[in-house]
C-alpha cells in the first residue's frame, strides 16, 4: 500500500512539471489578457474628477469608472470638486488623468474667460463625447415663475470659481433679455448647494442644472416640487442672445425630475463629454482603450443612468455640436473601426488649428 502510494505521488509530481514546462513556453503561453492582442501598457490608478455630488456626470461618470475598472484591470478614483477652477486646478497639474462634465465646464478654462482669464485660454480634448444633457432653470412647481423673463427681481444662484454654472445662468437670462442687474445674486460654495438652495427655499430659481441630475429628483421629490421654466425653440432672438453668451441648444426633454411620462418641455441642452487636459498625462495608448471601453461596453453599461444610453459611437462623431478637438488616441481608435471620415479629418484641423492660435 505505501509503494501504491508513493508511485501515485511521484506521477502527480511527474505531471505537474510536464504542465509547468509547457507554460513556460512563449508560443504555448496565453496572453495576459486572454485574447489574441497584447495587453496595453496602462497605469494601475487613473483619476476623474467630476462636478459635485448630485450631478448627472458624476453619477454617470462612476458607472464609466466601474466599466474601465473592470475592462483595464485599473483601479479608477473618482472626486468631485464643487467648483470649475478647482475640478482644472487637479488637471492641469497632472494630479487627475479626465474630468467629467458637460460641455459648457470647458468653456471658460479653453477660451480663458472669467475666473480663467488670469490662466488663459487652455488645452483641452474630448476623450468621448456623449450624449445631449438636457439642462434647465427649474423653479418650485407651486412657485409664480411661469416664464424666464419672471426672474426679474427674483434670486438666483452664483457660484464663485465656477462660470460653467455662472456663464450658463447669464445665457438663460440673456434668452429673455434680462442680465445679472435684474435679479438679485445669491452666492452658493457648489454645484450641489445650488440644487439644495432651491429646496430650502434659498433661492426662488436654480440654474442652469441637469435635469437627470440626482440634486433635481430630490428637488422633485421634497414639497412645492419642481417645474422647468420654458425655452421655445422658435424663439430665435431669445437663442441668438443666449448663443452669444454660452454653448447651449434647443432641445425637447420628455424625461427628467418632475417631468411625468407622456409630457415634455422645451429646455436648453449640451453634450456630455469626457475630457483630458492637453495630451501628456494621458497619452496616446490610454485614450485610445478608454475610447475603447466605451464603445464596446455600451450594452453593458448603457442602462445604470439616464445619460449613458446617448454615449454611442454616432453621438460622438456628431461634430455638429463639439467645441473641443478629440484626442490622438480616441482618433486612432475611431480609424481602427472605420468610422473616422475625411470630413472629421477637416473639422478636427480646423477646430486644433483654432484651439492653438488661443494657446
Not at 478647482?86 to 492641469?92: D, G, H, I, Q, W
Request: some cysteine; hydrophobic content about 45%; aromatic content about 8%.
Amino acid at each position: 500500500m505505501r509503494k501504491l502510494t508513493l508511485l501515485v505521488m511521484a506521477l502527480v509530481l511527474i505531471m505537474s512539471l510536464s504542465v509547468g514546462i509547457l507554460g513556460c513556453g512563449g508560443e504555448e503561453q496565453e496572453p495576459a489578457n486572454g485574447n489574441d492582442e497584447p495587453k496595453p501598457t496602462l497605469p494601475s490608478t487613473i483619476v476623474i474628477t467630476t462636478t459635485g455630488l448630485g450631478s448627472a456626470a458624476h453619477g454617470w461618470s462612476s458607472v464609466l469608472g466601474d466599466t474601465f475598472a473592470s475592462q483595464l484591470k485599473m483601479s479608477v478614483r473618482q472626486i468631485p470638486h464643487g467648483t470649475d477652477v478647482a475640478r482644472y486646478t487637479v488637471l492641469r497639474d497632472g494630479d487627475a488623468e479626465l474630468v467629467a462634465a458637460s460641455s459648457i465646464n470647458g468653456w471658460a478654462p479653453t477660451f480663458g474667460l472669467d475666473e480663467f482669464s488670469d490662466w488663459g485660454p487652455q488645452p483641452i480634448y474630448m476623450v468621448w463625447q456623449g450624449s445631449t444633457l438636457g439642462t434647465g432653470v427649474a423653479v418650485k412647481a407651486d412657485s409664480d415663475i411661469e416664464t424666464m423673463a419672471d426672474l426679474a427681481g427674483k434670486k438666483v444662484n452664483f457660484v464663485p470659481g465656477m462660470p460653467s454654472i455662472n456663464r450658463g445662468l447669464e445665457a438663460h437670462l440673456a434668452f429673455a433679455g434680462l442680465t445679472w442687474d435684474d435679479v438679485v445674486k445669491v452666492d452658493f460654495p457648489s454645484y450641489g448647494a445650488v440644487m439644495d438652495g432651491l429646496k430650502l427655499g434659498t433661492v426662488d430659481a436654480a440654474g442652469v442644472i441637469a435635469l437627470t441630475a440626482a440634486g433635481a429628483h430630490d428637488i422633485a421629490s421634497a414639497p412645492g416640487g419642481i417645474k422647468w421654466l420654458p425655452m421655445p425653440a422658435d424663439d430665435t432672438a431669445g437663442w441668438q442672445r443666449l448663443s452669444q453668451i454660452a454653448p447651449y441648444v434647443p432641445q425637447v426633454a420628455t424625461h427628467g425630475a418632475g417631468i411625468a411620462e407622456g409630457e415634455s418641455v422645451q429646455t436648453s441642452a449640451l453634450t456630455n463629454n469626457i475630457y483630458s487636459y492637453g495630451i501628456e498625462v494621458v497619452d496616446e495608448v490610454l485614450a485610445y482603450h478608454l475610447a475603447k471601453v466605451i464603445h464596446t461596453q455600451w450594452e453593458a453599461y448603457k442602462d445604470r443612468h439616464p445619460n449613458l444610453p446617448g454615449f454611442t459611437v454616432e453621438n460622438a462623431l456628431n461634430f455638429q455640436f463639439s467645441a473641443y478637438p478629440y484626442h490622438p488616441g480616441t482618433i486612432k481608435y475611431f480609424k481602427e473601426i472605420g468610422m473616422w471620415t475625411a470630413e472629421h479629418d477637416a473639422w478636427q484641423a480646423d477646430i486644433l488649428a483654432a484651439m492653438n492660435a488661443r494657446i
